[in-house]
């Protein structure tokens, strides 16, 4: 079982519309729980940071913890063209960052 | 703009040579980490450097290896290269202690011919 899993395929959203992720950990002594998004052939940049139970806004973004079900999602309101990016979930915990897969989103105009 | 910069930006090698890939840390960032990234997959976290000693060690061989200098800034070793060890190598600084948050160079994109 990876550490942290993100399921989904490619997500295509309609300019405006809402683009929703999630992913799971398994390691229950994670401690803190971020998004970054990363464009093709750059480095991943962080967009959002959550650290109890509960949603956490931030502008365009929402974030969400559940640590009973191991659970953390990310909201994009209005999504906007320059969104098109892929979508990675970490989990942080002994020094390290545990990272998914990824998840492309894909804004249509 | 992260304040974390790596170099090279990019790199070829043949299979069995040794690379030497450089980062600093941001202002202030007194911890190092290391990241592999092969292509669509995420980070693959590789070690930690706080206070010029490795912190933590993921799944890689001891052919990766790595060093702090007194200035924070850090290298990433890896001898006798693969062709497996063809990725983005990412670097990432951050604060000891802190919440976890780490901020990425730019990467280093390695190429192993």
């Known amino acids: 079982q990876k550490e942290v899993e993100q399921n989904s395929g490619p997500l295509s959203v309609p300019e405006g519309a809402i683009a929703s992720l999630n992913c799971t950990y398994s390691?229950?002594?994670?401690?803190?729980f971020f998004w970054y998004r990363q464009y093709s052939g750059k480095s991943p940049e962080l967009i959002m940071s959550?650290?109890?139970?509960g949603d956490k806004e931030d502008g365009r973004f929402t974030a969400q913890l559940n640590k009973a079900s191991q659970y953390v999602s990310l909201l994009i309101r209005d999504s906007q063209p320059s969104d098109s990016a892929t979508y990675l979930c970490?989990?942080?915990?002994?020094?390290?960052?545990?990272f998914g897969k990824g998840n492309q989103v894909v804004v249509i105009p | 703009e992260t304040g974390v910069t790596q170099s090279p930006t990019h790199l070829i090698k043949t299979r069995g040579q040794q690379v030497t890939l450089r980062c600093s840390s941001q202002?202030?960032?007194?911890?190092v980490s290391w990241y592999q990234q092969a292509l669509g997959q995420g980070p693959q976290f590789i070690f930690q450097?706080?206070?010029?000693?490795?912190?933590g060690r993921g799944n890689f061989p001891p052919r990766f290896s790595g060093l702090q200098f007194p200035n924070y800034s850090s290298e990433l070793n890896v001898n006798a290269l693969e062709l497996d060890d063809s990725a983005l190598y990412l670097c990432?600084?951050?604060?000891?202690?802190?919440?976890?948050?780490?901020?990425f160079g730019a990467g280093t994109r390695l190429s192993v011919l």
């Open positions: 970490a989990a942080y915990g002994n020094n390290r960052l545990a």
């Open positions: 959550i650290y109890s139970n």
């Open positions: 990432a600084s951050s604060l000891q202690g802190g919440v976890g948050i780490q901020y």
């Open positions: 450097y706080y206070r010029e000693e490795e912190n």
């Open positions: 390691d229950r002594g994670s401690q803190s």
């Open positions: 202002s202030g960032h007194n911890t």
